[in-house]
């Protein structure tokens, strides 16, 4: 008989298979890690592919034709999600993100999201379930995935002059294409529809008051994200942020705003309405207002390797649970243990160094933004 060949996981990111405690204790719907933060948010990335090339995720120079993506083998089933997600949400987890990559490029992705919209939370409450895209494919896709129980999308679009967004998208995709799966979006009702835009000084801050006009009195809520020094590849310079704070200055000349409350604690974005009742605005400032005191978000790579912070480097192996001989009780008091030794917060810990400094490389590759989603 041939000998059987098994083919080696993907190790491009350190990561450890978790420790199971001899105690099997069961979920109470609430867990605390080092600092009391609950665990609260999964962001689960189904697919490491994306057919856009924005510099500041997945730069071509890095993510070319010769990169090698994981094979499908060593992404997570859907019931293997599931199952994980399962458990998540036992353990408190009420609002579940899909993002990539490309989330959209996953074949069938409805039927993953039909499959978490039949789960609860221990009170009986439905989980909040979303997806952010690029939105190149959504106009095609919204209907389904509304049908399936998915409730909201937000679409990341960096401007609306559609020669800066096809060199922001570096593969000459045109903006009409994106408004026009918003659009669709709009009218089968996954809302309220939120924008994200990565400000990149000298590269797309001139589209931040195009594309406030443009969004003001449309129902969706626009948010701007300062560039981040996330992952190894997208050459960050701390001279290419533009503060959250000026952006605000900027829109607040032509149209007042006015401060308002967060929806829930951990929510990242600031938020701000126009005088004129005109709608909502939003600034993600992870670079300049660290906001790590409330995080409450895990992160599940597509191959199934839990990460507690966008800037990790070191991941837990859920996958070698799934795929061994062990309970969901045994994963559970796992998961449960990774989250309660938690001490993660780079955002506050970059804060205390010089403006025009990031943190010092511990010798290890941070995890990359389109590994496990923003």
């Keep these: 008989m041939p000998e059987k060949i098994i083919p080696l996981a993907d190790l491009r990111y350190a990561s450890r298979v978790p420790h199971i405690p001899e105690r099997l204790n069961a979920p ?10 609950p665990l609260r948010d999964l962001r689960i990335s189904v697919t490491d592919r994306c057919n856009f090339r924005c510099s500041y995720c997945m730069p071509s120079e890095v993510f070319n034709k010769d990169y090698a993506f994981l094979p499908q083998t060593s992404l997570l089933s859907f019931e293997e999600i599931t199952r994980l997600a399962r458990i998540f949400v036992a353990h408190g987890v009420e609002k579940i993100r899909l993002t990539g990559g490309e989330p959209l490029l996953r074949k069938h992705l409805e039927v993953l999201v039909e499959m978490l919209a039949k789960l609860q939370t221990p009170e009986g409450k439905p989980l909040d379930i979303t997806l952010t895209t690029n939105a190149s494919l959504l106009a095609k896709k919204a209907q389904s995935l509304k049908d399936a129980g998915l409730q909201r999308v937000t679409v990341s679009l960096d401007g609306l002059d559609d020669a800066v967004f096809r060199r922001m998208n570096d593969v000459d995709f045109p903006v009409a294409d994106v408004l026009k799966g918003i659009e669709v979006a709009q009218k089968v009702g996954l809302a309220p529809i939120k924008i994200n835009m ?30 981040m020094d996330v992952g190894a590849t997208n050459g960050w310079r701390m001279d290419e942020v533009l503060p959250s704070a000026q952006v605000i200055e900027r ?49 599940l790579s597509t191959e199934g390797k839990l990460f507690l912070c966008l800037f990790a480097s070191q991941g837990h192996d859920l996958r070698a649970l799934l795929r061994g001989d062990y309970s969901d009780a045994q994963i559970s008091a796992a ?3 990774i989250w309660q030794a938690r001490t993660d917060r780079y955002s506050e810990q970059r804060a205390a160094l010089p403006a025009d400094t990031s943190m010092p490389d511990s010798g290890s590759k941070r995890v990359e933004m389109s590994y496990i989603g923003g």
């Design 335 to 337: 998961t449960a243990h």
């Design 251 to 299: 829109i607040h000349a032509e149209f007042p705003l006015e401060v308002i409350d967060a929806n829930y604690l951990g929510e990242t974005a600031q938020r701000w309405r126009y005088a004129d009742g005109a709608g909502e605005v939003g600034v993600i400032s992870s670079v300049t207002q660290a906001f790590c005191g409330d995080c409450n978000r895990a992160r």
């Design 28 to 37: 109470v719907g609430l867990l605390g890690d080092t600092l009391g933060r």
């Design 198 to 227: 990565v400000v990149k000084r000298g590269t797309n801050d001139s589209e931040i008051l195009p594309m406030a006009r443009y969004f003001r009195h449309s129902g969706t809520v626009l948010r701007f994200i300062e560039y």
